[in-house]
């Protein structure tokens, strides 16, 4: 379908009409950063920003979610009740096409060929992503180097690029062009704008200057498992879970049993790689005992298992790791110094 | 700040050519402007990454627990308490540790800057004198070091370190006349309910990523509570409930023990005021015991011992 354009004006009405029929989520400046909340004003999105602290992957998965519940009270037999599944259909505006692809990635693991996860894939299903490119691509993004880029469609069901006074909207998918046709603040685009659009695009790529080989990476990370390579890049880490709680493609998780007497909820809450309890075993033995084995596995993890058993590597290139590690151990520091080695 | 990096590689070189100590914990530049990163100095050529500026905000002490061999480090005013905490806690010893003491003026918090820059991104920050210059795209700015400290550096003490081995630089005046608990107070002074309101705003922004517990020198323990599965003590979630416990018992677990060097502040991605509680710990224990942690090798931590005439006042009975 050809572009689209909407007049950036027009977008808190659009956001406004959206809301009435769709769970709106979008960017919104909280606590001096931005988060991906559900808004019930198109005023209260904010969309001049690099990119939101945490990654929206918690729409989808969230950090704590309820499994189910029990209840054991009730004298003979017991009642397990399962969350009620969302009807109403969803929006996420705004999102980063770095964010949207990590939807891609993290659709191998929960709404793939082998297992489908209903709590991830019913939310997936019925939401629709809205995406606004990177014109100004932070210094820590290396998108282009994962397959991505500030315009990657790659996730999106409509992708904007902000031209100045207008955004002009690419259609992705069948999804997006329904919507698109439904509402009128979407016009067709004008052919100058697209002129306009394609140098927004070119320039916001070459601001991009990180370029990391990363197929090179998942080679020679085949052969480096017992490298010596992880006992110096592991000093440093402190071992708290600012890389992978913040990481828009980190998934793992831990399941407990929430109990109050006889009553009970079965939790799922993301886990880290970088904690000790990860790979704890019953017996007391722990295959990781230490941040070097931790660290390689979240490296191993992104850029050699997921790539074999997915054909791409798990990472974006969003760089919320690198600008939130407590100590800068940075990961594209990392990759280089694999390279080298 | 050139010529304390130089004197630091200068005492790094000599120290593991005369084989006093096999490791150097230091910061070397680190990956993106306004952060230095540790560094790990185990020979006399890798010793020219070792630098001083004023992003060296870690407390490198965080690491001594872990380690069996000879160091020395570099330290500043509140990492140097630390160090002496964790020798009295025996998690290493005064022999095993050779102290690079450096006077502190404070080290900056870079996300005020950000905050103050309102989405300009800095490409370069170049440290000059009582400033620091910002670069980027659209952005050219001079700021002064002293608005930018992090807020554990503007109430600090102990710019000084109290022990040391070598001293590099003068030592800086100290600040006398600040109130060190003035926010404390003010945080007293308001309701129960503002309290628990403004304290459970503060945890609900946890996201239980644990960097202030792993930054923390004094959170060492081999099990945390909150890892603990036999029995699970807290659950896993980031509900008020469970971040709230969290962060009390933390709380508690350093009174008496934490320096106030503001690592935990520094580490939690999410900007929560990790020194509201802490610092509250810090005075109640100097009210109580007049205690000062990390300032003599010699006094006992006072809840590590008993005396007949400790205040008994809050006990109930």
Redesign the interface.
Request: aromatic fraction near 8%; hydrophobic fraction near 20%; charge should be positive.
């Given at each position: 379908m050809k572009e689209l354009e909407i007049a950036k004006t027009e977008v808190v009405s659009l956001l406004n009409t959206l809301i009435k029929e769709y769970k709106v989520f979008a960017p919104v400046g909280q606590n001096g950063f931005i988060t991906f909340q559900e808004i019930h004003s198109g005023s209260e999105a904010f969309l001049d920003y690099i990119n939101s602290k945490k990654p929206p992957k918690e729409i989808f998965f969230p950090q704590s979610e309820r499994l189910f519940s029990y209840d054991l009270s009730k004298g003979e037999g017991w009642s397990v009740e399962e969350p009620a599944s969302e009807k109403k259909q969803r929006i996420i505006f705004g999102i980063r096409p770095c964010d949207a692809r990590s939807l891609v990635l993290l659709d191998n693991v929960f709404d793939g060929q082998l297992y489908k996860d209903p709590y991830y894939s019913g939310k997936r299903k019925n939401t629709t992503i809205i995406a606004i490119g990177c014109n100004q691509p932070s210094s820590t993004c290396f998108c282009t180097s994962l397959g991505g880029g500030p315009f990657s469609q790659d996730g999106s069901d409509l992708i904007l690029v902000d031209i100045g006074q207008k955004y002009i909207v690419q259609v992705v998918t069948e999804k997006g062009k329904k919507l698109a046709k439904k509402h009128n603040e979407f016009k067709e685009a004008e052919d100058n704008s697209l002129s306009l659009m394609r140098d927004t695009i070119e320039t916001a790529e070459a601001l991009i200057k990180s370029k990391i080989e990363v197929q090179k990476v998942t080679e020679k990370l085949d052969s480096m498992f017992d490298d010596p390579f992880w006992d110096l890049v592991s000093e440093k880490c402190l071992g708290c879970a600012v890389c992978t709680y913040l990481c828009p493609t980190c998934y793992c998780f831990d399941i407990t049993d929430e109990v109050t007497g006889q009553r009970g909820e079965r939790v799922r809450t993301w886990d880290s790689c970088a904690f000790p309890n990860f790979t704890l075993q019953a017996s007391g033995v722990n295959p990781r005992p230490s941040s070097k084995e931790r660290l390689r596995q979240r490296i191993m993890h992104k850029f050699n298992y997921f790539v074999a058993n997915h054909g791409m590597a798990a990472c974006v290139g969003c760089g919320r790791c690198i600008k939130e590690c407590p100590v800068n151990l940075d990961i594209q520091v990392v990759l280089n110094s694999i390279l080298n080695r | 700040m050139l010529n304390t990096s130089v004197a630091i590689r200068d005492i790094a070189k000599k120290l593991l050519d005369e084989k006093r100590v096999d490791l150097i914990i230091g910061f070397e530049k680190?990956?993106?402007p306004l952060?230095?990163?540790?560094?790990?100095v185990r020979s006399t050529s890798e010793a020219d990454r070792l630098i001083w500026n004023v992003n060296c905000e870690?407390n490198l002490a965080?690491?001594l627990p872990k380690t069996k061999e000879r160091v020395a480090i570099v330290a500043k005013g509140c990492d140097v308490r630390s160090i002496i905490g964790l020798i009295k806690e025996n998690q290493v010893t005064r022999e095993q540790v050779f102290i690079i003491g450096i006077p502190c003026k404070g080290m900056i918090d870079r996300?005020k800057i950000e905050?103050k820059l309102d989405?300009k991104?800095i490409?370069e920050a170049e440290e000059k004198d009582d400033t620091i210059i910002l670069t980027g795209?659209n952005l050219r700015e001079i700021i002064k070091k002293e608005e930018f400290l992090h807020n554990s550096c503007k109430t600090c003490t102990h710019r000084n370190p109290v022990i040391y081995d070598v001293l590099i630089g003068d030592k800086v005046v100290e600040d006398q006349a600040v109130d060190e608990y003035r926010e404390v107070k003010e945080f007293e002074a308001q309701s129960h309910d503002e309290r628990w309101r403004s304290f459970s705003d503060e945890v609900s922004?946890c996201?239980?990523?644990?960097?202030c517990?792993?930054?923390c020198p004094f959170c060492y323990c081999q099990?945390c509570f909150v890892?603990s599965?036999q029995p699970?003590w807290i659950?896993?979630?980031?509900?008020l409930s469970d971040t709230a416990i969290f962060h009390i018992v933390r709380a508690f677990h350093i009174a008496g023990r934490c320096v106030d060097c503001g690592s935990c502040d520094?580490?939690c991605?999410?900007?929560i005021d990790l020194r509201r509680l802490t610092k509250k710990m810090e005075m109640d224990v100097k009210d109580l015991f007049h205690y000062e942690a990390g300032i003599s090798l010699e006094d006992m931590p006072p809840l590590a011992t008993f005396n007949p005439d400790d205040p008994q006042e809050f006990m109930m009975v």
């Open positions: - | 680190g990956s993106v952060r230095s990163t540790p560094c790990f870690n965080k690491y996300r905050a989405g991104e490409i795209n922004k996201i239980r990523c644990y960097a517990r792993n930054a099990e890892d599965s699970q659950g896993k979630t980031t509900n520094r580490a991605p999410m900007g």
